[in-house]
T-cell receptor, first 115, second 113 residues
Framework: EAQVTQNPRYLITVTGKKLTVTCSQN?????MSWYRQDPGLGLRQIYY???????DKGDVPEGYKVSRKEKRNFPLILESPSPNQTSLYFC??????????????FGPGTRLLVL | KQEVTQIPAALSVPEGENLVLNCSFT??????LQWFRQDPGKGLTSLLL?????REQTSGRLNASLDKSSGRSTLYIAASQPGDSATYLC????????????FGKGMKLTVNP
């Protein structure tokens, strides 16, 4: 089954404790992206990647890091989480050549609470 | 900078009504306009995608239209059912720079039996 998976699905942590949210897709997509969703603000893009070793900032990259060492994986790293990073996070992927014609496939979301 | 707006933020209707959900965008330089459905605790499910050269798309009881010149899209849901209750999001894939998907804040729909 074609899918985007995220782990963990739910996470409670404390300020300053480094964490990684993993994202993996099994569709051989080049393009991957991270979004955060907050009440009243909608979904906003954090980082995206056009292919392996190619990443770029989205609208709200502060406090986040990403890496793209393999095509299927695109982890989101919070080096020193703060309470304002409490949010619902989504990973998405799509084929690069069809990105302008086809939709992105979204993961199930990771709900993060930073105390 | 592209801005996507969905009004109202919430709608509650009795079962069986035909519904029109509105989406407006400020920059007409888009590749496509997409509608998603989001259920609580779940990810986004793509409903319809309208290319910038198209006027509408249909899938079952859903029909989405696009008027680029006026910066508007509508999602029409025929004969609404309680199972249609969810949050509906529209998003514009905007040209230029990173060609990113810009989302509206969503409209929470409740269909009452």
């Amino acid at each position: 089954e074609a899918q985007v998976t995220q782990n963990p699905r739910y996470l409670i942590t404390v300020t300053g404790k480094k964490l990684t949210v993993t994202c993996s897709q099994n569709m051989n997509h080049e393009y991957m992206s991270w979004y955060r969703q907050d009440p009243g603000l909608g979904l906003r893009q954090i980082y995206y990647s056009m292919n392996v070793e190619v990443t770029d900032k989205g609208d709200v990259p502060e406090g986040y890091k990403v890496s793209r060492k393999e095509k299927r994986n695109f982890p989101l790293i919070l080096e020193s989480p703060s309470p304002n990073q409490t949010s619902l996070y989504f990973c998405a992927s799509s084929p690069l050549e069809a990105r302008l014609r086809e939709t992105q496939y979204f993961g199930p979301g990771t709900r993060l609470l930073v105390l | 900078k592209q801005e996507v707006t969905q009004i109202p933020a919430a709608l509650s209707v009795p079962e069986g009504e035909n519904l029109v959900l509105n989406c407006s965008f400020t920059d007409s330089a888009i590749y496509n306009l997409q509608w998603f459905r989001q259920d609580p605790g779940k990810g986004l499910t793509s409903l319809l995608l309208i290319q910038s050269s198209q006027r509408e798309q249909t899938s079952g009881r859903l029909n989405a239209s696009l008027d680029k010149s006026s910066g508007r899209s509508t999602l029409y849901i025929a004969a609404s059912q309680p199972g249609d209750s969810a949050t509906y999001l529209c998003a514009a894939l905007t040209q230029g720079g990173s060609e990113k998907l810009v989302f509206g804040k969503g409209m929470k729909l409740t269909v009452n039996p």
